[in-house]
């Protein structure tokens, strides 16, 4: 069994700045992409942005050079450091960890940008 814990959402101003953290916990596979995905009202869960254990990384075009993922292999845990946040960033973000042949999320922290 698999458990993610996002914490770091919350309320911030246009422009501003916050960092998410994800940890990951249970039967964790050496090779695994874990990523963050976001999904505002009214709309689909769409991809922010993923890294492979390995630390390649993929983005979203709607947050490349804004938005940078990391992640600590020994620690399982995942960040993703937002900046020049926009109102359109509003949603709640979901952990992922995606492990042959499973695919994990976590319960989702809200993130809130105001103009």
């Known amino acids: 069994q698999v458990r993610l814990v996002e914490s770091g959402g919350g309320l911030v101003q246009a422009g501003g700045s916050l960092r998410l953290s994800c940890a990951a916990s249970g039967s964790i596979f050496r090779i695994n992409v874990m990523g963050w995905y976001r999904q505002a009202p009214g709309n689909q869960r769409e991809l922010v942005a993923t890294i492979t254990s390995g630390d390649n990384t993929n983005y979203a075009d709607s947050v490349k050079g804004r938005f940078s993922i990391s992640r600590d292999n020994a620690k399982n845990t995942v960040y993703l450091q937002m900046n020049s946040l926009k109102p359109e960033d509003t949603a709640i973000y979901y952990c992922?960890?995606?492990?042959?042949?499973?695919?994990?999320w976590g319960q989702g922290t809200q993130v809130t940008v105001s103009s």
């Open positions: 992922n960890l995606k492990q042959y042949p499973q695919n994990y």
